[in-house]
């Protein structure tokens, strides 16, 4: 696309050292960067991965010492393989002390003592995934085939052990139909809910509480390669809006084979949004299809009946908090409601935060103390502390800015909330998230002032220690102004070329949101995918990003106004943000307006040059979907409802009806090997463009899935294609 007639001068920053391509090969600057906090039980020591630089893709496990600020490698997947360590180490999990990790790595299940540093690999079955030490570190359960087995360390320590003591490696729940797999999250659950596993350990290490998934009702839908028409097409289980959702139950099965199911009314409560098993017993919610209500329920370990902990209802849908439900060593339910347009956390169903305090999630609930993240102002998450008995005092040294103990308290106009022991732990504005447990804070810090993050280990009494990041600094320095505009307090960020200075000729804008549910954009750090829309500010655009209806932060009320109509008021308020920035800042040409968007906001995109030609000029439309029935159920129907019950809303929030009225540039973009937003939605609108003979153009990726920014070639190509079509139609 360089130096194409019509595309313009060759774009800036490209090439082997240019943004798109280092963007990909540090995976969005993720690789390098610790993550996956696990403290250990005396507060000690943190365990966490980190790959060894910033374009290392073999993520390792590490132990850090908080005495001496020491590391310890504790598993290198290369060493392990040979060499051969694909996307190294993705998950793990630890047994109460953390003693004992397991992990899988090729399909192979692998154990570290985390004292000796010894790692060793297992003589699981087939083909592991998801295994978890029990809370005394004495065996591990892993899923392997659709079945939850479980291994004995000790007997995978001396193979010599004879038949007749027992196996060392038993199926606790075999699947007994061709649709069904225990153990493990469905895809609605996965996708939608915020729960990505499906078996708990009892305390005991004697029994778990595990899901039956059971997708046989559920449409079997399939994934083609166009490019290799040898390939089989890929089948995939997909609950699509209005049809059948796997079938989900659990069940308490013990090691000695016994097995009692946990009941409760499924025809009313089909979705199970999260489950476990504390020293109170088993535990889990329950929600109506149609999502208005959420049950929270305790079950009983031996006979599987359940009894009501706490219910929540809405007019629109529950809204999900991640971390809840959970319970405190005292037995208290840790929840939340939605009450003085505030979501409030709340303890045995009483709030424990003020009104105005926007409860984000619940991070990590240690012994009676609560940690969690909550917002006052949109664009900043801090992070919080609810611990009973204590004051409103910091109770750390060493923290950022040369904050301690003697430091100024930040104002947030909620410190003298009336609240006993809840306090607020961060001070640098910005977006934090932490773990908490045994008296130590992991916390991790990203502000607008730097990119990346960074990560301190606090602890009472004494010094940070800081978890060392070996990220990529991207090769773009961002210039972004914030805005607050319009009676509705949007927020936007306004991006305008290093180059640029005031008297220059107006430059056109591009605006590039998601502006949808569950996502913000406008946040107050240098988040990764700003730095692309820097990129594009860099080539010469203005880059508007705005927060707008439905996107979190801003309250239940706000979040609630795309109930019925997931692009109107949000398109709305792109337009009025648009406006607002260029009352402002007047080198903005508002008669060159394009909007780029993937996913949820590629199909908004669509919908702006549709709806709004006479302030959308142009549009590239990446991912997106044109009938919102091909999407899943769970998100789909939480904002539209059943489209059997409610048929005219989802009619409003498709591109079909509309194809005919396109008088715009649009430049559709899909991969073929998309199973979130399958690529039917793309080549549907095309066709209904082409049949209402509008021109458009379509981009077809073949081999890309959802997210395509893992191949510097093909996302520097694809941000290259992009940048051609702008510049020939504005």
Not at 436 to 458: C, F, I
Not at 469 to 479: F, I
Not at 579 to 594: E, I, K, M, Q, T
Not at 707 to 716: C, G, I, N, R
Request: proline fraction near 8%; glycine fraction near 10%.
């Amino acid at each position: 696309m360089i130096g194409m007639p019509g595309n313009g001068p060759a774009p800036r920053s490209v090439g082997a050292d240019g943004l798109p391509r280092q963007f990909a090969r540090t995976r969005r600057f993720s690789l390098g960067a610790p993550s996956a906090f696990t403290v250990s039980a005396d507060g000690a020591s943190v365990m966490f991965l980190r790959s060894r630089g910033g374009d290392d893709l073999a993520a390792c496990l590490w132990a850090l010492d908080l005495d001496s600020g020491a590391e310890r490698l504790l598993a290198d997947p290369v060493e392990l393989l040979g060499g051969k360590a694909a996307g190294g180490i993705a998950t793990y999990a630890t047994d109460e002390a953390a003693g004992v990790a397991a992990f899988a790595l090729a399909g192979r299940l692998w154990v570290v003592d985390v004292a000796k540093g010894g790692v060793r690999e297992l003589p699981a079955s087939g083909d592991v995934r998801d295994p978890r030490p029990d809370p005394a570190g004495r065996r591990i359960a892993y899923i392997s085939g659709g079945a939850l087995r479980v291994i004995e360390l000790d007997r995978a320590e001396d193979h010599a052990i004879a038949e007749s003591d027992g196996p060392e490696d038993r199926a606790i729940a075999e699947p007994d139909g061709p649709a069904v797999r225990y153990g493990v999250a469905e895809y609605a659950a996965a996708a939608s809910m915020g729960r990505t596993r499906g078996h708990w350990w009892s305390p005991d290490g004697a029994r778990l509480l595990v899901a039956r998934v059971d997708e046989s009702a559920v449409a079997l839908w399939h994934v083609a390669d166009p490019s290799d028409p040898a390939r089989p097409p890929r089948a995939v289980r997909y609950p699509a809006a209005g049809t059948a959702n796997a079938e989900v139950t659990l069940w308490i099965a013990g090691l000695d084979g016994t097995r009692a199911e946990v009941l409760w009314d499924r025809t009313a409560f089909e979705y199970v949004t999260a489950a476990g098993w504390d020293a109170h017993g088993p535990y889990l919610a329950v929600q109506s299809r149609d999502q208005r209500t959420v049950r929270t329920l305790a079950a009983d370990p031996d006979s599987g009946r359940t009894v009501l902990l706490a219910e929540q209802r809405d007019a629109h849908w529950v809204q999900l908090v991640g971390g809840t439900p959970a319970r405190t060593a005292a037995g208290a339910l840790v929840a939340h409601a939605d009450m003085d347009d505030t979501r409030r956390l709340t303890l045995d169903g009483v709030p424990i935060t003020p009104p105005g305090l926007q409860l984000r999630e619940v991070l990590s609930v240690s012994g009676d103390a609560i940690l969690f993240t909550a917002s006052t102002d949109p664009a900043e998450t801090h992070l919080w502390l609810y611990q009973p008995g204590t004051t409103g005092e910091r109770p750390f040294e060493g923290e950022p800015e040369g904050v301690g103990s003697g430091a100024r308290r930040p104002h947030t106009g909620l410190d003298d909330a009336g609240v006993a022991g809840l306090r607020r732990l961060s001070v640098e504005p910005g977006v934090h998230a932490g773990v908490w447990r045994a008296g130590t804070l992991v916390h991790v810090t990203r502000t607008p002032t730097r990119p990346g993050a960074t990560t301190r280990a606090l602890r009472t009494g004494r010094p940070a220690v800081t978890i060392a990041s070996l990220a990529e600094r991207p090769v773009l320095t961002l210039r972004a102004t914030a805005l607050t505009t319009t009676e509705r307090e949007l927020r936007s960020h306004l991006l305008l070329p290093s180059w640029h200075r005031p008297g220059d000729p107006k430059l056109p804008v591009l605006v590039d949101p998601y502006a949808g549910p569950a996502l913000q954009r406008v946040t107050a750090d240098q988040a990764p995918m700003t730095f692309v829309s820097q990129w594009f500010a860099e080539q010469g655009f203005a880059v508007l990003i705005t927060d707008g209806s439905g996107t979190p932060g801003r309250g239940p009320s706000w979040e609630r106004e795309v109930h019925g109509d997931i692009f109107g008021p949000p398109l709305d308020d792109q337009v009025a943000a648009l406006h607002a920035a260029s009352a402002r800042h007047p080198g903005l040409d508002l008669s060159r307006v394009a909007i780029r968007g993937w996913s949820y906001s590629g199909t908004l995109a669509v919908m702006a040059v549709l709806r709004r030609p006479d302030v959308f000029h142009a549009a590239v439309a990446g991912a997106g979907t044109s009938d919102q029935r091909l999407y899943d159920t769970h998100w789909r129907e939480r904002f539209l409802g059943h489209p059997d019950r409610h048929p005219e809303r989802y009619e409003t929030c498709s591109t079909l009806p509309e194809a005919h009225r396109l008088t715009r540039p649009l430049l559709l973009i899909h991969g073929l090997a998309d199973d979130n937003v399958f690529a039917a939605g793309s080549l549907r609108l095309s066709a209904a463009l082409l049949a209402a003979g509008r021109p458009h153009e379509l981009l077809p990726l073949t081999g890309v899935a959802h997210s395509p920014t893992s191949d510097p070639d093909v996302f520097e190509g694809l941000l290259l294609h992009q940048l051609g079509f702008l510049r020939r139609h504005l």
